[in-house]
């Protein structure tokens, strides 16, 4: 059992340690400590008392202490298991944002009966009251199975779902063995030393977490490290110009261009066009000037110089400045639903709409469709940028946001800075941003700002 309380209670402190703000990962890992502590009751029992005995440590006192400790983590372990294992059945549910407004009250109405279990006398040699205690453990484990179930079959995004799959199998066996060791078996079987046999169990669990952990990520830990790692690179890597670069030879691009098609169309464009054009040159000098001003003095963090803007109007100007110089083979599609603002930095978000819709149409070199969605839900705000090019693999995706990672290794002047600046520019404004590609299918890259805390909808 030193194995079952060791493991659990390393991946929980993990959990906690990385994404102590989410509560998904806060459910998850008081499972593990609730499901710890039953070890460590067994180690108390079988491990530390018999080796006091031995050296003639155990006192009466000592015993007392000790009895009342082994009794305080196994009551931990049989009321506490089953709770938290539904609550974060219910929070991981894609759907929990629409639940959670109207069901506030689910939580404490779902602990009654974790309390009422405490006023029952558990039988003569019985920790708990397993009669009334298995009538409210039963259903909240296989609800919890259930949901988790149901929380897979109905994610759409591929990525996800493949996370949930994972999830299902490490939680899933292990909470349905446990239901029988330490509920079902003792309750209608006179059965009370199976649950030694869960250590068999939660190692298979722990086996998934940790190879999940390494290949894919398991409730955001493997994110959260690559997170870190991601961070701590940018800043080894650059003292701010590397990034301004970036940002200069984008902009000095769009003011070429626009010049080029002003001087090809002398004394023929129209005075309308004409003085769209010299807007477009015009937003990108400004530009360069707003991101000098920002890295001016070797900055190694992205500092935001917050102002209430509307997404809409920021995403149409970075449209008219990546399609207009185009030939037209690329069409864009807007579906900007959401014209509400959000507290942001104007250049750094233009930088980062810009650095995705031109990789977008770069992906795009025969012609495609560029798609532009800005959509709300209850919790987020979304942009989606989609392109109809050629997608990225496996492996190439995997390292997008890695700093001087490129796909465009033919291209001059091309530093692949690109993603991992917009990554750590979205991570400011507390958001997040993630891309779903496949080869010869395209790529999204979704953008997603909180309404609260750095991101709020007005």
């Known amino acids: 059992m030193l194995f079952v309380l060791i493991g659990l209670w390393t991946i929980g402190l993990l959990l906690i340690v990385t994404d102590p703000k989410r509560q998904t990962t806060r459910w998850i890992a008081s499972i593990a400590f609730t499901g710890g502590s039953g070890g460590l009751s067994a180690v108390i029992h079988d491990d530390v008392m018999p080796f006091f005995y031995d050296q003639g440590w155990l006192t009466e006192p000592v015993a007392g202490m000790m009895t009342q400790a082994e009794t305080i983590c196994s009551l931990v372990c049989y009321y506490g ?70 929380a897979t079959v109905k994610e759409r995004n591929s990525f996800l779902r493949k996370h949930r799959m994972l999830t299902t199998l490490a939680a899933a066996p292990t909470l349905f063995f446990a239901l029988f060791t330490l509920y079902v078996l003792p309750t209608y079987f006179g059965l009370y030393e199976w649950w030694r046999y869960n250590a068999w169990v939660i190692g298979f669990t722990l086996t998934v977490i940790l190879f999940s952990s390494f290949r894919y990520g398991f409730m955001g830990l493997q994110i959260s490290i690559q997170n870190q790692k991601l961070d701590y690179t940018l800043r080894a890597i650059t003292s701010g110009t590397a990034i301004l670069n970036h940002a200069i030879k984008n902009d000095v691009g769009k003011i070429r261009l626009f010049s080029e098609k002003i001087k090809s169309e002398a004394g023929q464009a129209d005075e309308e066009q004409l003085t769209q054009d010299i807007e477009v040159i015009m937003n990108a000098s400004q530009h360069i000037y707003d991101m000098i001003y920002r890295i001016q003095g070797q900055t190694q963090d992205v500092i935001l110089h917050e102002e209430e803007l509307r997404l809409d109007r920021l995403l149409e100007q970075s449209m008219e400045a990546i399609m207009a110089p185009s030939p037209g083979s690329v069409e864009a599609v807007r579906e900007l639903r959401y014209t509400g603002s959000i507290r942001g930095d104007r250049a750094q978000l233009s930088e980062v709409f810009t650095n995705v819709m031109t990789n977008a149409v770069e992906a795009m070199p025969q012609g495609g469709r560029l798609t532009v969605r800005l959509t709300e839900s209850k919790r987020d705000i979304t942009v989606e940028i989609k392109d109809t090019g050629a997608g990225m693999d496996k492996k190439q995706l995997k390292r997008v946001f890695d700093p001087f990672y490129t796909t465009k290794s033919g291209k001059k002047l091309n530093f692949g800075l690109g993603l991992s600046y917009c990554y750590s520019v979205v991570q400011k404004h507390k958001g997040s941003m993630t891309i779903d590609s496949k080869q010869g299918a395209g790529t999204s890259v979704f953008i997603n700002f909180p309404k609260k805390k750095g991101g709020r909808g007005r």
Request: hydrophobic share 50%.
């Open 81 to 150: 298991l089953p709770y938290t294992f539904l609550m974060f059945t219910v929070v991981y549910h894609p759907h929990y944002s629409s639940w959670s407004l109207r069901k506030r009250w689910v939580p404490w109405a779902l602990l009654i009966p974790v309390l009422v279990s405490f006023a029952f006398e558990p039988s003569a040699d019985d920790p708990i009251p397993y009669r009334f205690v298995t009538l409210w453990t039963t259903p909240y484990i296989l609800a919890g199975i259930a949901i988790l179930i149901h």
